[in-house]
T-cell receptor, first 111, second 116 residues
Framework: QKEVEQDPGPLSVPEGAIVSLNCTYSNSAFQYFMWYRQYSRKGPELLMYTYSSGNKEDGRFTAQVDKSSKYISLFIRDSQPSDSATYLCAMSYYTGNQFYFGTGTSLTVIP | NAGVTQTPKFQVLKTGQSMTLQCAQDMNHNSMYWYRQDPGMGLRLIYYSASEGTTDKGEVPNGYNVSRLNKREFSLRLESAAPSQTSVYFC???????????????FGAGSRLTVL
């Protein structure tokens, strides 16, 4: 079983829709939960991260962590065509050199 | 503040040629990493350096060597390039967490390598 599982999609939604992206994980010791956005032919850009559990909001983006279910989510409200990208989840421990990535979900927002 | 800078952005090599990918970060991060990204394979760790003077193998180290030149710079060398090394290479860095700050990675823009 992989440490982090992420549905690869592709996911296609109309502009203005609410998008939900999800990852599950198996290691309860993870403390940092990251979401990266990767545009085509670009590097992964850190969108937001959460430490331990709870929610974090940044503009149209909300990250949620449910440690009891080992499940994290990224919600995008009022989605825009500029949100079209691949979204990667990643996890790490409080300290150390191990990072665990999902394979990414490809999102297309149709105008 | 440039973050993580990689050079070159694009490179075409012939089988058997050698080359070095350069990476520099200006965030005073302790740890640096080299990943490769291939379609359907996700990000795979090649080598990492937990701190200046140390390097360790990742998931796919064969055919590569690395040098942590100083705290800022971490290079990846292909001694004899093979077509299987055609990929996009990303350098990344982090504080390594704990009291040093959030244990999250910052990536460079990538180096696209084609081996013919």
């Amino acid at each position: 079983q992989k440490e982090v599982e992420q549905d690869p999609g592709p996911l296609s939604v109309p502009e203005g829709a609410i998008v939900s992206l999800n990852c599950t994980y198996s290691n309860s010791a993870f403390q940092y939960f990251m979401w990266y956005r990767q545009y085509s032919r670009k590097g992964p850009e850190l969108l937001m991260y959460t430490y331990s559990s709870g929610n974090k909001e940044d503009g149209r983006f909300t990250a949620q962590v449910d440690k009891s279910s080992k499940y994290i989510s990224l919600f995008i409200r009022d989605s825009q065509p500029s949100d079209s990208a691949t979204y990667l989840c990643a996890m790490s421990y409080y300290t150390g050199n191990q990072f665990y990535f999902g394979t990414g979900t490809s999102l297309t927002v149709i105008p | 503040n440039a973050g993580v800078t990689q050079t070159p952005k694009f490179q075409v090599l012939k089988t058997g040629q050698s080359m070095t990918l350069q990476c520099a970060q200006d965030m005073n991060h302790n740890s640096m990493y080299w990943y490769r990204q291939d379609p359907g394979m996700g990000l795979r760790l090649i080598y990492y350096s937990a701190s200046e003077g140390t390097t360790d193998k990742g998931e796919v180290p064969n055919g590569y060597n690395v040098s942590r030149l100083n705290k800022r710079e971490f290079s990846l060398r292909l001694e004899s390039a093979a077509p299987s090394q055609t990929s996009v290479y990303f350098c990344a860095s982090t504080t390594r967490g704990g009291a040093a700050g959030a244990n999250v990675l910052t990536f460079g823009a990538g180096s696209r390598l084609t081996v013919l």
